[in-house]
């Protein structure tokens, strides 16, 4: 799948510059011609010697080459590039690409860069968890570039925690799954129609509270605007979430409590090729909503009283027809895969998506999440990625089963 891709191996200062080595000798094999840039700390951990033998090409660190004068022109590197990939990016690194401050030839090219640009992140865990790091890292996933999230391990300074550089074997794996999904046509879905439940519910106790979750829509967000790059139309039912819809082709119909979302899944799924339930549903709502706030009472707190609340993926699971792909979401915290099998048995459902709660950086609220797609067949295990690259995965295994 490599094969004649143009890549460009940004290489910064860090202890696990000599990871990139590996990761440079896995690009090659796989057919990809790589480019490598590295900076001038970067070359302080590895050298230009081993990194020019493994890519077949001369290292690029200054603009010019001292001794012949030769100027390295960071707008052809990024117009020659159909991917950049920087492993390891140090948090000094990542904060000149958040600012764009230009003092390297990395960056100079980072800011040339046409194409898709991926960071693979290596610092020690409190540099990572530095709010200036995360705000830095917050901006540069705005700017669209995909950050393959460090893993959890021990690090060179002995600690434990968050900053490893990502394997380069997962690394890998995350620049096919991007040009997978740059090789699946603008319009592979043109003409589908997707439903997908995303969010928290609220179900209210009086005017005022209510009882919700701390479910973000982020994933469920990121798999709309996925089918709808790929052309299909989207129904996106989302419980109250701070987010904003961006592909025109989403319809957003916002409800508030799950009998609202079920309401609308119902009537929405039976008309739908493609149906996600990614909604964070409140199993119980209040019996009943109090008219008025309930007061402070000098006595005993009032006893509220909860009943079930429909199942939404299961509902719609009872009206599916052959042909029709039903996709949802478990969450689990032991024998993970038995319960999500029986999970897609029961709701009826082609696909579940499963998240490990033992996964740091999996699940509610966060941007990043770590998942196994689980088929009637298949289970495929994927590592630690953006919600966004998630979605992909997701969307290019029901486009896997849907029979056009
Ligand atoms: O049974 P459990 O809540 O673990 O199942 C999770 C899956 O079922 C998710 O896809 C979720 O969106 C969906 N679900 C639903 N309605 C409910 C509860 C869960 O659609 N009331």
Known sequence: MLKGKHIILGISGGIAAYKSAALLRLLVKAGAEVQVIITPNGKEFITPVTLSALSGKPVISEFFTANSGEWHSHVDLGLWADLMIIAPATASTIAKMANGVADNMLITTYLSAKEHVMIAPAMDLDMWAHPSTQRNIRTLEQDGVEVISPA????????????????????????????????????????????????????????????GNFSSGKMGFAIAEEFAQRGADVTLVTGPVSLDVKHPRIKRISIESALE???????????????????????????????????REKGEAPVIKLVKNPDIAAACGKLKKDGQIFVGFALETDNELANAREKLDKKNLDIMVLNSLRDAGAGFATDTNKVTIITENSEMQFPLKSKVCVAADIVNTVQGLLTH
Not at 173 to 197: D, H, P, Q
Not at 263 to 277: G, K, L, M, R, W
């Open 152 to 211: 959890d391990g021990e690090l060179a300074s002995h600690l434990v925690g968050k900053g490893r550089m990502e394997e380069p074997e997962n690394i890998v794996k995350c620049i096919k799954a991007f040009f997978e999904r740059n090789n699946v046509s603008e319009a592979s879905l043109a003409g589908k129609k997707v439903m997908i439940t995303a969010g928290p519910t609220y179900e209210k106790i009086d005017p005022v509270r209510f009882i």
């Open 261 to 295: 979302m079920y309401e609308t899944a119902v009537q929405t799924a039976p008309e739908c090729d493609v149906a996600v339930f990614a909604a964070a549903v409140a199993d119980y709502r209040p019996e009943t909503c109090n008219q008025t706030k309930i007061k």
